[in-house]
Nanobody
């Protein structure tokens, strides 16, 4: 059974940084997946915050583009989301998604709280 596991969430002050990690177990070769990070704040819809293709191309929405950076290390079967200059509006549960063609796998999420 394919497992997607996120880690690295926590409490950080405004302006601070966090690094989230996403690992995929028991699936295809990690390099085959497109990896996406989503977030969902209370009372809001889930939104995409970063994507990295199997080829390494990245995409970000305007809201995070200059602050978030997604990378992948296929040798470690891991993708990392570096989040800088965090704002209270970034507070949410962050979810990693791994996709290969029509197959999509979700992690359980990791909480990020930005507060002073």
């Amino acid at each position: 059974q394919v497992q997607v596991v996120e880690s690295g969430g926590g409490l950080v002050q405004p302006g601070g940084s966090l690094r989230l990690s996403c690992r995929v177990f028991n699936g295809l070769t990690f390099s085959s997946y497109t990896i996406r990070w989503y977030r969902q704040a209370p009372g809001k819809e889930r939104e995409l915050v970063a994507e990295i293709s199997a080829g390494g191309d990245t995409t970000y929405p305007v809201s995070v583009k200059e602050r978030f950076s997604l990378s992948r290390d296929n040798a470690k079967s891991m993708a990392s989301l570096q989040m800088n200059n965090l704002k209270p509006d970034d507070t949410a549960v962050y979810y990693c998604n791994a996709q290969f063609k029509f197959l999509r796998y979700w992690g359980q999420g990791t909480q990020v709280t930005v507060s002073s």
